[in-house]
């Protein structure tokens, strides 16, 4: 099955459209990734960042508690009292941060209950001191739950770094692999895409050369048609004008645009009288499918009168299609004036000869008579039909008058024509 140009063309240019369109698709989606993965790591770094700030805290608190139990200065409890508020504040925000991570969800509310824990240690620690009691165990008991919260946050610190490594990786992965679909797509497009501008510039020269061919023919043909001596028409099938030759307007004063803007002047030019002869070869002319010719007079813009001589023929397309009727149209006006003054001139000779004052006649080679003048006929009392053909000279002559014509004018040969006078 062969694909013409323009559907080669589309194929090529709608496969490049979708290889784009996929090329976008990816973009967008590659987009939406980096954005995603951006926003996730951001989001890691907070989360350490917060479980960093809680150890801090809790480390802060147990330092001041400490100092306070060896050197009972109180106002390393005011530290301790900002220490505590700044865990409390870090502690929720690191809740709220890590509630994608059912993981850390469990290891910081671990790390709250240790350090609910812890604070009510130290806070008893600090209540024993007031008092006067210090108590060794309180200090280890608060070491060993400080270890256990250190412990969980250094869980969350490493894993937390874990899944910052494992989403750089597919991050990495994943961009090569766009990367590569983008690269491809693109060169795909890029590919299709000229094809198809290849084909359509084919295409388009080739059609334009066509079109050059086809004015340059239409230019021979209309500086042809233009500029023949008869006067060329086309009607369509409905009786319009498609075209009608410059020659018209010598032979009846219209010009070829007033014919072809007004369909029904060819006929309105017609002579009365030849006006239903001209009418019916019209109608013939496309009834027959053939040639059809017809002699008419017309009345031309100047009120003059002129014969024409119309050949007509019905013309069809490749497929069979009629497409209306070709015709010239001849001026013959001279012609006819021409074949009146032969004609009168043919009966005034005619006249001469049968009304002569001698008799003529012509006879064959075998003496037979082919032609007699009026003159001769009465001198003779025949009818031109008991002569022509069919009288012998012979009969007519005496033998004296035979033995001369046969002495003169020998018989066989060419044919002989004579006159006489009485």
Known sequence: MRFSPERKAFVFLSIGLVFALALGFMSFVRTKSSLEAEKREKHTFEVISKIKRVSLAINTMQGEVRGYLITGDESLLEYYEAARGDYTKSINELESLASDENGQEGRIEAVKKLAVDRVAVLNKSI??????????????????????????????????????????????????????????????????????????????????????ELRQSERRYRVVADNTYAWEFWHSPDGRVIYCSPSCKPVTGYGAAEFETDPGLAGRIVHADDAGRYSGHIRNVSAANEAQELEFRIICRDGTEKWISQVCRPIFNETGEFLGIRGTNRDITERKRLERVINKNSRDLEDLYNNAPCGYYSIDKDGLFVRMNDTGLKWLGYAREDVVGKLHVFEIMTQQSLKVFEENFPVQGAGVRAGHRA
């Open 127 to 212: 209540a024993l001191k007031k008092s006067g009691i210090v108590l060794a165990s309180q200090v280890s008991e608060g070491e060993m739950v400080n270890r256990e919260i250190n412990g969980l946050i250094d869980d969350m610190l490493s894993e937390e770094r874990a899944a910052f490594g494992k989403r750089q990786t597919g991050h990495e992965l994943k961009a090569h692999h766009a990367l590569w679909l983008i690269v491809t797509a693109t060169a795909s497009s890029v590919i299709l895409v000229l094809s198809a501008i290849m084909i359509i510039r084919r295409d388009y020269e080739r059609r334009k050369r066509l079109e050059d």
